[in-house]
């Protein structure tokens, strides 16, 4: 059975995998969150009721759409291993800048692809890295930013229907790209190597062609990953 990954529970893993559930029934869901639903997130992530504060994210995701395991832990060095190991895409919902890099190192150096999603503010993104094919996010940020130089989610607050339209749209690109294996994807679709950036305060999206760093090691290690695998 086809498998992706999802990365964080919230307001984009939400709708993700919600839209991925409705559309590709037959699709494995690994949802992967170690947080506990709290009454805040109620109002954004949307698989979420009243009567679910205090439970884990992931079990109460997994048990409303189909073909959904939960896995309530963290994603790490150490548990990658075993939560890629089938996976043919991840995505990534998380909302910290340290998860968001190991997630594209670790997808690069295995070859899935990854979607990435994030939402801050009035303001969202989303991209989709082709390990090989196009860059990655160290090739645009080469790293996290240091530690408080930019707000979380929680000091500057999240758009709730932002999310939703994010989250909805990393699903729809999974679906995409899970039923064209040519990685074709129609008008509409956001398309790889592309950073979609949304404002919401102005009502306009801006699309960022991505070129490759040619000094990125985590593109370098993509590449040599893929010419193993062939």
């Known amino acids: 059975m086809t498998t992706a990954v999802i990365l964080g529970m919230g307001g984009l893993g939400c709708p993700a995998a919600l839209a991925i559930s409705e559309e590709r029934p037959d699709l494995r869901l690994v949802l992967v969150d170690p947080d506990r639903v709290d009454r805040s997130n109620l ?4 698989l979420f009721r009243d009567e679910d504060v205090g439970r884990p994210k992931a079990e109460v995701a997994a048990r409303r759409l189909r073909n959904a395991e939960p896995r309530v832990q963290r994603f790490d060095e150490q548990s990658a291993p075993e939560l890629l190991r089938d996976a043919e895409v991840l995505l990534d919902g998380t909302d910290d800048f340290a998860t968001r890099f190991l997630a594209n190192d670790q997808a690069l150096a295995r070859g899935v692809p990854l979607i990435h999603g994030a939402v801050l503010g009035w303001t969202g993104q989303l991209a989709i890295i082709l ?4 860059a990655c996010l160290r090739c ?14 929680a000091e500057a607050g999240v758009l709730a229907p ?3 339209l994010i989250g909805a749209t990393m699903g729809l690109a999974t679906v995409q790209m899970l039923d ?4 074709f994807f129609f008008w509409g679709a956001p398309e790889p190597g592309v950073l979609y950036r949304w404002d919401a305060r102005r009502g306009c999206e801006r699309p960022l062609p991505l ?3 040619p000094a990125c090691a985590a593109c370098a290690g993509a590449a040599s990953y893929r010419e193993r695998r062939s």
């Open 180 to 183: 064209e294996k040519k990685l």
């Open 211 to 213: 070129k490759r760093d």
């Open 131 to 134: 390990p090989g094919r196009t």
């Open 140 to 153: 645009l940020f080469e790293g996290p930013p240091p530690p408080g130089s930019m707000p979380t989610c």
């Open 43 to 46: 109002a954004r992530q949307i």
């Open 162 to 164: 932002l999310c939703g």
